[in-house]
């Protein structure tokens, strides 16, 4: 137990001492003496895995962390439809401007008004200008099963998708 926390007690000093010498150096030789030390701290913990005889657990979670790392990676891929959506809701930076779409030939919405425009409606939606009746009511149930209040979307959310139906279906 004394053993420990002598042990404790040196790493601590040693990790004060290494960070007051890191604030004393310049940026760029700060971030290479940093990537120094992680290459050389993940040696050394594989190294005291091996000796104690407890790499298993470590490479159970390693392997246990390449399924999350897999869906992180489909996540980061469907970041741009998911901005998309949320430019569509008027929830993202830029929202309200359809980039790069066929809307382009439209006039830009309204801000100051609160009745939406077909632009709008048809951008919340995400439909195109070709859209028919069947193509809104789908796009409407299909985002109210995601975003509804119930379902841990907002009130708002709904209110707009519900106005951008009525909007482009005429109720």
Do not use: C
Request: charge should be positive; avoid cysteine; proline fraction near 5%.
């Amino acid at each position: 137990m004394l053993v420990r926390l002598i042990l404790v007690i040196a790493l601590l000093i040693a990790v004060l001492w290494f960070v007051r010498r890191l604030r004393a150096l310049p940026r760029a030789q700060l971030m290479r003496h940093l990537r120094q030390a992680a290459l050389w701290g993940v040696i050394g913990l594989l190294g005291v895995a091996v000796l104690t005889g407890h790499l298993n657990p470590l490479v159970a979670a390693l392997s246990a962390a390449i399924p999350a790392l897999l869906r992180l990676i489909q996540f980061l891929r469907l970041m741009p439809e998911l901005q998309q959506l949320l430019r569509s809701l008027g929830l993202g930076a830029g929202s309200g401007a359809a980039s790069g779409s066929a809307h382009e030939h439209e006039p830009p919405p309204r801000a100051d008004s609160g009745v939406l425009t077909e632009h709008e409606a048809r951008a919340i939606l995400g439909l195109d200008a070709h859209a028919d009746a069947e193509a809104i009511r789908a796009a409407h149930r299909r985002l109210m099963q995601r975003l509804h209040p119930d379902r841990g979307g907002s009130d708002y959310l709904a209110a707009r998708i519900n106005a951008a139906k009525r909007r482009l279906l005429g109720d």
